[in-house]
């Protein structure tokens, strides 16, 4: 009996050996083309691209198996369902694992924040130190490291400090009175328009805000990198300054514009019942 069973399913087990063994080798193959080209090619996260890369292997060797078993005589299509019964059931008890890994995968596509960013999400801010499928790891400023479930951290709003932010800046500048505002606009767009730091989609505004009977003040407002705002605010000042008396305009000030403190509102008092 054993040499009937081997006679007839001996070439069939022999060939579906085979078969696997390639389709494991070139599963591998594939694995390593796709993330050479997703990363090299198409600048995609490395982490995410080794995902997808180990999705298609992953994907390639259930199939080769589907396709043994069924050349083997196996009931292919209960199987399926018992598995995808057996699936659902693991699913529901690891729902929230499920969750995190999907949105981990969600967070690798639209990159929200990435390694070495500074974050603030989920109630812990701190630089990201690394990230997972199910995770991310935050190193908070005094040193201590947070492992943040990724489904927490889709679910909240997430501020990123690292991002290149367009900031506004403005400098008011204080001339005599007598001198016109036609001469000072052409000194200030083109002592803006050489600095190489401004957003160039951002047109800086000229514009007179106060006249007196003593001076003439014109605001001049531009935009830059928020991190940059205060650097680039102190160098336009001073060039400003510069251009402006090398020009014979009676400068009298020239600094960035401070924004009016707001007031305080005085507490409501209760009168005393004696009142």
């Excluded at 014109?218 to 020009?247: H, I, K, P």
Aim: hydrophobic residues 50%; aromatic residues 8%.
């Amino acid at each position: 009996m054993f040499e009937n069973y081997l006679t007839e399913y001996g070439s069939s087990v022999v060939g579906g050996a085979l078969f696997l063994a390639v389709a494991c080798i070139f599963a591998v193959w594939v694995d390593r083309g796709i993330r050479h080209v997703l990363i090299k090619q198409a600048k995609i996260d490395p982490a995410a691209a080794t995902v997808l890369a180990r999705t298609i292997r992953i994907s390639i060797w259930v199939l080769a198996g589907v396709a043994v078993l069924e050349e083997l005589g196996v009931e292919v299509a209960s199987l399926i369902a018992a598995l995808g019964i057996f699936g659902f059931a693991i699913a529901i008890g690891m729902r929230t694992t499920a969750n995190n890994f999907f949105t981990g995968v969600m967070l690798f596509i639209l990159k929200p924040y990435k390694v070495g960013d500074y974050i603030d999400g989920e109630r812990v801010e701190g630089a990201v130190e690394s990230m997972s499928l199910f995770h991310t790891v935050l190193v908070t400023a005094d040193g201590t490291y947070v492992a943040v479930p990724n489904g927490a951290m889709w679910s909240r709003s997430v501020k990123n400090f690292s991002r290149p932010r367009p900031r506004r800046f403005e400098i008011d500048i204080s001339v005599g009175r007598s001198s016109p505002f036609e001469e000072l606009s052409p000194i200030i767009d083109r002592t803006l328009s050489e600095e190489t730091a401004l957003f160039a989609d951002f047109a800086p505004l000229i514009r007179i805000v106060e006249v007196t009977e003593k001076e003439l003040i014109v605001r001049a407002a531009a935009w830059c990198a928020a991190r940059q705002s205060w650097d680039v605010g102190q160098r336009l000042t001073a060039a400003l300054r510069d251009n402006l008396a090398s020009a014979g305009i009676n400068v009298h000030s020239v600094g960035l514009a401070q924004k009016p403190a707001r007031k305080k509102k005085k507490p409501a008092t209760i009168p005393d019942d004696d009142d």
